[in-house]
């Protein structure tokens, strides 16, 4: 799952972070959408509800733009559908923070803009995930491996970014026009996967990342990329790494960068042993018991010691009539 994010470039940084070549060759930074670049304000701890800088093709906002060209938006972090038909937003009874990727194709709230090609890049710089351990909660900051470029002045090149590679994680958006008339609302909710081998000891889910420009430029260019093709790049990677922070990062009120500082877990301490359990540890330790051999005497047969079967009283009595059938029978005396 992903439930807090960090960003904290500043809106210029973003977009220069985000510098991708259009269909030319040509090397181009993704302007904010009119109105956006106020909307979006850096955080270290940053939980639903806020505004996240998301990455979508400008074809969403002009119906004569080629499908590849991108542009940036701040979008409110929790979808809430086109069709959800209460006055206030906040009266969203389901979490739409996540989606699940194996059953968004079937779920309404999902399903729909998904399959009209509403998918966006949600960028961070990293997020984080919470360990749970013996009943306490662990915190850990997640993010790319960083890879150190060459410095180079905006002079040479404008395009040309020198900082921190952002986290791109795949998301689905939608647009909610409020009853009363007021301004569009765009929000967006976080594609979720089973965890990568690198980190489900940490959490059994974590987001769909996208791994390099080729991923992220097929899952926004929905007039060129169908739905089912786009589908095949979401799935766990193992490219990322992680650190412990500290447990400030559980308030969402707190908004340093203390954040997402790394931190040494203390060692636990083992359970103290009493005397008599100390005894028998030692005793163990120094005499185990040996395994015995197991024992291959057979029993002997009887035949063998030339015993005759023990008599039983049934046997006796068979005996005694056979001698009193032997017996001559008693002659009648002459009268």
């Known amino acids: 799952m992903c439930g807090r994010t960090a960003c904290t470039l500043a809106p210029e940084d973003v977009s220069k972070a985000c510098a991708y070549q259009d269909k030319e060759g040509r090397k181009k930074c993704p302007q904010w959408r009119d109105g956006n670049i106020d909307k979006y304000h850096p955080s270290y701890n940053r939980s639903p509800q806020s505004n996240s800088p998301v990455l979508l093709s400008l074809k969403h906002f002009q119906k004569d733009a080629d499908s590849s060209e991108r542009v940036l938006a701040a979008m409110r972090w929790g979808l ?9 937003p906040s009266k969203m009874q389901y979490k739409t923070n996540n989606c699940r990727s194996d059953t968004m194709t079937e779920k309404t709230l999902y399903k729909a803009p998904l399959f009209k090609g509403k998918r966006c890049v949600i960028l961070a710089d990293g997020f984080y995930e919470w360990r749970t351990q013996n009943k306490e909660k662990q915190p850990y900051y997640i993010y790319f491996p960083q890879i150190k470029t060459e ?26 026009e409020p009853p009363s008339g007021e301004e ?3 929000t967006y909710t976080v594609i979720t996967v089973d965890a990568s081998k690198s980190m489900n000891w940490i959490h059994d889910r974590m ?20 739905t089912q093709e786009a589908l095949k790049l979401i799935h766990p990677i193992e490219n990322i790494t992680y650190h412990p922070v500290s447990t400030i990062v559980n308030n969402s009120r707190n908004n340093s960068p203390e954040c997402i500082e790394a931190i040494i877990l203390p060692k636990k301490k083992e359970p103290a042993l009493n005397a008599s359990s100390k005894k028998m540890l ?7 018991p040996k395994k015995e051999e197991p024992c291959n005497i057979k029993s002997p047969k009887l035949s063998h010691y030339g015993a005759s079967p023990k008599k039983t009283s049934a046997s ?3 005996q005694w009539l056979k001698k009193e059938d032997e017996k001559p029978s008693p002659k009648r005396a002459k009268k």
């Open 80 to 88: 809430i559908p086109s069709w959800f038909n209460e006055q206030d």
């Open 151 to 176: 410095k180079c002045s905006d002079s040479e090149d404008p395009t040309h970014w020198n900082g921190q590679r952002l986290l791109t994680m795949a998301g689905l958006f939608d647009v909610w």
């Open 184 to 186: 569009p609302l765009y």
């Open 207 to 226: 987001p769909a990342i996208l791994d390099g420009d080729e991923a992220v430029r097929k899952w926004l260019d929905f007039g060129e990329v169908p």
């Open 282 to 288: 030692d005793w163990l330790q120094s005499n185990s």
């Open 316 to 318: 006796l009595m068979q």
